[in-house]
């Protein structure tokens, strides 16, 4: 579980510099594969730690998962995870794409809006802006998912339980 919470927090990062990167003057300057990969990413970890929860269940009664599974975090990652998440869910609402059903496509005559109307040419412009809102929201949704996916991986991890040492001398 400790390579999941890794891997999202690894993922969270990429995620990030995308949404960062989205909101500088002619975005996307990053390479689609770096949001694919933490996008794509998610759906074999949100799996695996569904199979860990499920596998838990008889030890954990389903209405008391998120309680006992909040209760193995820290402090920080009990409060901050869910603002994360909220954040992340805000900015996708606020700044995702506003073109009609479209998607920006580059053709060998110029840029194009492909939409469900039919293909219209766009400038450069307009296509950039397009392709950093679709990367605005993709963004977005992967740091809500590699943050939820990630935070219960770290809280299913196994937890030492060590006794306390004691010590062979007794105070005299």
């Known amino acids: 579980m400790r390579i999941i919470a890794l891997w999202c927090a690894l993922a969270v990062v990429a995620s990030l510099a995308v949404l960062v990167d989205s909101f500088l003057p002619g975005a996307p300057h990053l390479p689609l594969p770096v949001l694919f990969t933490a996008l794509v990413g998610i759906f074999p970890v949100v799996g695996i730690v569904f199979a860990a929860v499920a596998l838990r269940r008889s030890e954990l009664p389903v209405a008391t998962i998120a309680p ?3 209760r193995l975090l820290p402090a920080t990652l009990r409060w901050g995870a869910p603002l994360v998440i909220a954040g992340a869910a805000i900015v996708a609402v606020l700044t995702g794409p ?7 496509e580059i053709t060998p005559g110029g840029y194009l809006m492909d939409t469900r109307n039919g293909d219209y040419p766009i400038s450069a412009g307009e296509y950039l802006h397009a392709q950093a809102e679709n990367q605005r929201l993709f ?3 992967s740091i809500a998912l590699n943050t939820a996916a990630g935070t219960s991986a770290f809280a299913l991890r196994p937890q030492s339980r060590r006794r306390p040492r004691r010590d062979s001398k007794k105070p005299a």
């Open 139 to 141: 963004a977005a949704i």
């Open 98 to 104: 506003r073109a009609p059903d479209g998607v920006p």
């Open 68 to 70: 006992r599974l909040l």
